[in-house]
């Protein structure tokens, strides 16, 4: 069973930085993507950015283009989403998920609705 675990959320002033981590566990093919979406009060799900872990390619959204890098450690068996210059725009929770089986490189990213294997979410307030 796939299991999803992230960590690194909390509150951050305007222009600062953060660095999510997704601990991923369970998985029984290497054809799949890790994948991070946000969801901020009262505003649908979004995703933000995935990398693939056959090839490791990634794509990121527009609207976070520029400040988030998605990265992994494949010895960790971790994927990190760094979030830079971050402002209000950006708290919501975000989530890790895994996008399950997935061949190929990225090409774009998965509608939430379609992801079936989902982390708890950890919260980013970015506030003053």
């Known amino acids: 069973q796939v299991q999803l675990v992230e960590s690194g959320g909390g509150l951050v002033q305007p222009g600062g930085s953060l660095r999510l981590s997704c601990a991923a566990s369970?998985?029984?093919?290497?054809?799949?993507?890790i994948c991070w979406f946000r969801q901020a009060p009262e505003k649908e799900r979004e995703g933000v950015s995935c990398v693939t872990n056959s090839d490791g390619s990634t794509l990121v959204a527009d609207s976070v283009e520029g400040r988030f890098t998605i990265s992994r450690d494949n010895a960790r068996n971790t994927v990190y989403l760094q979030m830079v210059n971050l402002n209000p725009e950006d708290t919501a929770v975000y989530y890790c998920?895994?996008?399950?089986?997935?061949?190929?490189?990225?090409?774009?990213?998965?509608?939430?609705?379609?992801?079936?294997?989902w982390g708890q979410g950890t919260l980013v307030n970015v506030s003053s």
């Open positions: 998920a895994a996008d399950v089986p997935h061949y190929g490189p990225i090409e774009y990213i998965p509608q939430a609705r379609f992801i079936e294997v």
């Open positions: 369970g998985f029984t093919s290497d054809y799949y993507a």
